[in-house]
C-alpha cells in the first residue's frame, strides 16, 4: 500500500494504531487496503480482517445485504470528482448493536500514487466535531507533501488554530547537542501570552516530563494538577503531546477546564500524522545523504582513476625526454589533457633568482601574456606561486573568481574560464628546481588527495630534472672549471678551519645511495682529538673516523647528512676538483659540464656558503671524466703483465668471497712464483685505489 507499509524505516502504521479515529485507506474501486487498530474498538473486526474487503460491508446490516447506495455514492464522488464527503452513517458492530458513525472520505497521492482514505469516528450532535475533521482532512493531505520539519511544523500550528478555539499552541523540538527541548514553531498568540515563545519557564519543565515519558496529558485545572507549579506557566488548561523523540506539541488556554477529551482525541491524530510527516522527511533526507555519499565516493574513485592515469602519463612521458626544455613541455602538456586542468606553467629560477617562464601550454592552444613576467621570492607575488616559493609547499587557491578587485594576474585567468589554481614546487633532496603552476576549469577541484598526487608528482619531475643534470655530465663533450672564494669560513666543514685553526684539505666526495656523502678531507695544524670534537659538535656531521695521524696531517672519513652543499653539487652532475679551508682564505673548484648553467652551482654555494665570488672560469675541451675514460686511464697505469696477472686472477675468481683460485693456483696457471703474483696484484689494487681517491 505505498509507502505506509513499504518502508520500515518509521512506524506509520504504529502511530495510527494509537489514534482513537478509525483510519480506512481504500483502493478506487472501494476495497480496503489498510486499516488501524481503531476499527476494531469501532466495528470488531480486526485489521487483518476487513483488508481485502469492500469498504461498504462495515456498514452493511448483514452480509448478504447489497452495497449501501451512500457509501457508492460518496466513493464515486471522491473518485471521480475528487470532492471530500462527510456525512453521518449506521455502522454495525460485530456483536450486533449499532451506532451512528461520523464519516469523512479524501483523496490523497501518496509515491505517485492514487489512494482514498476514511476517517470515521463515534459522532457527536457537536458540529465543531465536523469542523475538525474537515480541518484534519486538509492537514492529512498537505503534511505529506511538506519538505522540510519547519515546514510540517508550521502546518501543524496552523492547523492547531483552526481546530481550537484557544490558538496558544508551540511544537519544542529536541535539540541533541543541547540535551533540552526548544520551541520551533508557535502562534502569535503564544508569543503574546509570554512574552516569548515559551509556555513554561524553563526547557526541564512539564514539557519535558511528556518528552521523557512519551505520555500526552490533557491537564482540565493547572492549579489544581500537583505535577506542575502555577508559577512556572501561564497557561491554566492545556494538552500536551510528544511528538515522537522529535519534540512537544502544545495547545493551552488561560482558562481552566477548556479542553474536552474529543478535543484530545483530535489533538492526537494531528500529531499522530505531524509524527508520521516528521519521519518521512528524515528518511527521505537519509535517502539522499546516502545518494549523496555514494555519489561522492563515485566520484572519488573516478578522481583517484585519473590521477593514477596523470602519474602514470606524466613518468612516461618524462622517461622519454631527452633534455631539460622537453621535460619543461612534456609536464605541462600531459596535465593539460586531464580535465578540469585547462592551462599548465612550468618556471625555474634564473640567475638572479627569479622564477622565470620555461614552458606552457593550454588544452585549447591559449596562453597568457600575464604570466610571461618573472616571478620573484615575495609571498604575496604572483599569489599561489609567490607563495609556494616562499614556503615550498603546494599553495592553492580554489576560488579565483572570489574577493575583487583581482590582481592582473587573475583577471587574466578569470578571463579565461579558470576558477582554481595550484602551484607545486619541483623540489628533489632539498633542490628546489622550479615552480609548476596549475589552472581548472572547476572552483574546488584541488582538494587534499589532488594536493598529494600532484605534490609527488613535483618530486618525480625534480628527480627526472636531476637525472638530466647527472646525465649531461657524462655526454658533454666540454666542460667549464670554476673556481669560487668564500667569505664566510663559518659554513658547512669548513669552520674548521676558524673553530680548530688549522687547514682543511678535501681529498674525495663518495655520494651513498640513501642521500648522505662520505666525505674524505684532511687537516694540518691541528690534532686528531680536536677534530673529533669539533666534529661531534656538528649537526650536519653524523659520523667521524680517523684514518691515519701523521706527523705533518691527519687524514679523516666523515659521513654527512643529506642536502648538504656537497651533495647538492654532486646531484647536479658537478664534480669538485678541490677545496680548501684555512683561517685566512677559503676556496672551492668545481668543475661542471658545458651544457650546464653556472648560475644555479653559484645559487647553490650562496645558499649553503653564504657570500662567494666566481674568481676564475676555465673551459677545456673534454668532459668530465666519463666510466670509459677512467678504464682507459687505470689500464694505462698498469704494464702488460701487471694487466695480464689481474685478468686472470678475476676470472679465475681470485676476488670472490670465499675464493675460487688461490695464489698459489694462479702462479701454476701463469707459470710465475707465488711472491710475483702477489706483487702484481698489491700495485694493480694501489693504482686503482690511487685513482679513486686520489685523482678526482
Not at 696477472?645 to 670472490?656: H, I, N, P, S
Amino acid at each position: 500500500m505505498g509507502s505506509f507499509q513499504s518502508d520500515p524505516t518509521y512506524s506509520f502504521e504504529a502511530i495510527l494504531d494509537k489514534l482513537p479515529a478509525g483510519i480506512v485507506v481504500l483502493s478506487t474501486d472501494g476495497t480496503v487496503q489498510y486499516a488501524n487498530a481503531a476499527v476494531e474498538r469501532l466495528f470488531g473486526y480486526s485489521p487483518v480482517e476487513i483488508v481485502g474487503e469492500p469498504f461498504g460491508s462495515l456498514f452493511a446490516t448483514d452480509k448478504d445485504a447489497p452495497p449501501r447506495t451512500d457509501i457508492v455514492d460518496a466513493l464515486e464522488t471522491v473518485v471521480e470528482h475528487g470532492s471530500r464527503v462527510e456525512f453521518r452513517v449506521t455502522g454495525r458492530h460485530r456483536d450486533g448493536t449499532e451506532s451512528v458513525r461520523q464519516l469523512v472520505m479524501d483523496r490523497c497521492e501518496l509515491d505517485s500514487e492514487r489512494h482514498l482514505f476514511a476517517v470515521i469516528v463515534a459522532s457527536t450532535d457537536e458540529n465543531t466535531y465536523e469542523h475538525s475533521l474537515a480541518e484534519l482532512s486538509d492537514c492529512l493531505q498537505e503534511l505529506p507533501t511538506a519538505e522540510s520539519p519547519s515546514e510540517i511544523y508550521t502546518q501543524t500550528v496552523e492547523t492547531a488554530r483552526g481546530l481550537f478555539d484557544h490558538s496558544i499552541a508551540v511544537v519544542e523540538t529536541y535539540d541533541e547537542a543541547a540535551g533540552r527541548l526548544d520551541p520551533t514553531e508557535w502562534t502569535p498568540e503564544a508569543e503574546a501570552l509570554t512574552n516569548g515563545p515559551r509556555l513554561f519557564s524553563t526547557e526541564w519543565a512539564f514539557p519535558w516530563r511528556i518528552f521523557s515519558r512519551q505520555e500526552g496529558e490533557l491537564v482540565a485545572d493547572v492549579a489544581a494538577y500537583d505535577r506542575i507549579d502555577s508559577d512556572e506557566t501561564s497557561l491554566r488548561s492545556a494538552i500536551l503531546l510528544p511528538i515522537g523523540s522529535h519534540g512537544v506539541f502544545i495547545i493551552g488556554a488561560t482558562e481552566p477546564d477548556t479542553f474536552t477529551e474529543t478535543e484530545f482525541d483530535i489533538a492526537t491524530i494531528l500529531v499522530a500524522a505531524t509524527q508520521a510527516a516528521r519521519e518521512r522527511v528524515d528518511h527521505e533526507r537519509r535517502v539522499r545523504e546516502k545518494q549523496t555519499q555514494l555519489n561522492q565516493q563515485s566520484a572519488s574513485l573516478d578522481r583517484l582513476r585519473r590521477l593514477n592515469d596523470i602519474t602514470r602519463e606524466l613518468t612516461s612521458g618524462l622517461t622519454e625526454a631527452e633534455s631539460r626544455a622537453e621535460i619543461y613541455r612534456t609536464v605541462c602538456e600531459r596535465l593539460v589533457t586531464f580535465s578540469p586542468y585547462q592551462f599548465a606553467w612550468f618556471g625555474a629560477r634564473n640567475g638572479t633568482g627569479e622564477v622565470v617562464p620555461k614552458a606552457a601550454v593550454g588544452s585549447d592552444g591559449s596562453s597568457l601574456e600575464t604570466f610571461e613576467q618573472p616571478y620573484t621570492d615575495e609571498p604575496t607575488a604572483h599569489g599561489t606561486v609567490g607563495r609556494a616559493l616562499d614556503e615550498r609547499t603546494p599553495q592553492v587557491d580554489n576560488a579565483l573568481h572570489q574577493d575583487p578587485p583581482f590582481e592582473p594576474w587573475r583577471e587574466a585567468a578569470i578571463q579565461h574560464g579558470y576558477r582554481a589554481a595550484i602551484s607545486i614546487p619541483v623540489i628533489y633532496q632539498g633542490t628546489l628546481y622550479g615552480i609548476i603552476t596549475v589552472f581548472a576549469s572547476e572552483a574546488d577541484t584541488f582538494d587534499s588527495v589532488e594536493v598529494s598526487v600532484l605534490q609527488e608528482l613535483g618530486g618525480i619531475v625534480g628527480y627526472a630534472l636531476n637525472a638530466d643534470e647527472r646525465r649531461q655530465s657524462f655526454v658533454s663533450d666540454q666542460s667549464i672549471e670554476l673556481e669560487f672564494s668564500v667569505h664566510d669560513r663559518s659554513a658547512s666543514v669548513f669552520s674548521l678551519a676558524t673553530d680548530v685553526g688549522g687547514v682543511f684539505t678535501l681529498e674525495n666526495l663518495i655520494e651513498r645511495p640513501d642521500g648522505t656523502t662520505t666525505m674524505f678531507f684532511a687537516v694540518s695544524g691541528a690534532t686528531a682529538a680536536e677534530v673529533v670534537a669539533w666534529a661531534d659538535d656538528q649537526s650536519s656531521v653524523t659520523e667521524i673516523r680517523l684514518l691515519t695521524d701523521r706527523e705533518e696531517e691527519c687524514l679523516f672519513e666523515c659521513v654527512l647528512e643529506e642536502s648538504t652543499v656537497w651533495s647538492q653539487l654532486l646531484q647536479r652532475g658537478g664534480m669538485v676538483q678541490d677545496a680548501t679551508a684555512a683561517p685566512e682564505t677559503t676556496r672551492i673548484v668545481i668543475r661542471i659540464p658545458r651544457t650546464a648553467d653556472p648560475r644555479t652551482f653559484e645559487t647553490v654555494l650562496q645558499k649553503h656558503l653564504g657570500t662567494v665570488d666566481l674568481v676564475a672560469r676555465r673551459e677545456y675541451n673534454e668532459p668530465i671524466q666519463t666510466a670509459e675514460q677512467f678504464e682507459t686511464e687505470y689500464q694505462n697505469q698498469l704494464t702488460e703483465r701487471q694487466r695480464e696477472v689481474l685478468q686472470t686472477a678475476y676470472y679465475a675468481g681470485f676476488f670472490e668471497w670465499p675464493r675460487e683460485t688461490n695464489a698459489g693456483e694462479l702462479a701454476d696457471i701463469l707459470g710465475i712464483a707465488q711472491p710475483t703474483v702477489s706483487r702484481h696484484l698489491r700495485t694493480a689494487e694501489r693504482e686503482l685505489f690511487s685513482m679513486v681517491y686520489d685523482d678526482r
